[in-house]
Nanobody, 121 residues
């Protein structure tokens, strides 16, 4: 059974930084694809950053150049380093594990409980 547990969310000022983590069990973060999604009130869930089994990262245009996704295979943890934060980055951030590629939301059957990120102006 796959279990994903996020941590590290919190509050930051615009322009600041936060790092969130996702510890996986029952799933190797180096396989297929791991990703971060976020959902803000009144908005649809959106994919933020992904990392495939070859370690290649993919980013939404809205976070490109500001966010960095990485993983530590030894401790089976996925990270999202968020720099130059903006108020529009506010939302619940979810870690998810894919059974296939990074590009189809339906291929992510396993999700964490989420961690809240709040950015104030």
């Amino acid at each position: 059974q796959v279990q994903l547990v996020e941590s590290g969310g919190g509050s930051a000022q615009a322009g600041g930084s936060l790092r969130i983590s996702c510890v996986a069990s029952g799933y190797a973060v180096s396989r297929d694809c791991m990703g971060w999604f976020r959902q803000s009130p009144g908005k649809e869930r959106e994919g933020v950053a992904f990392i495939g089994n070859k370690g290649i990262p993919y980013y939404a245009d809205s976070v490109k150049g500001r966010f960095t996704v990485s993983r530590n295979d030894a401790n089976n943890t996925l990270y999202l380093q968020m720099d130059m934060l903006k108020p529009e980055d506010t939302g619940m951030y979810y870690c998810a594990a894919s059974k296939d590629d990074c590009f189809t939301v339906s291929h992510f059957p396993a999700w964490g409980q989420g961690t809240q990120v709040t950015v104030s102006s």
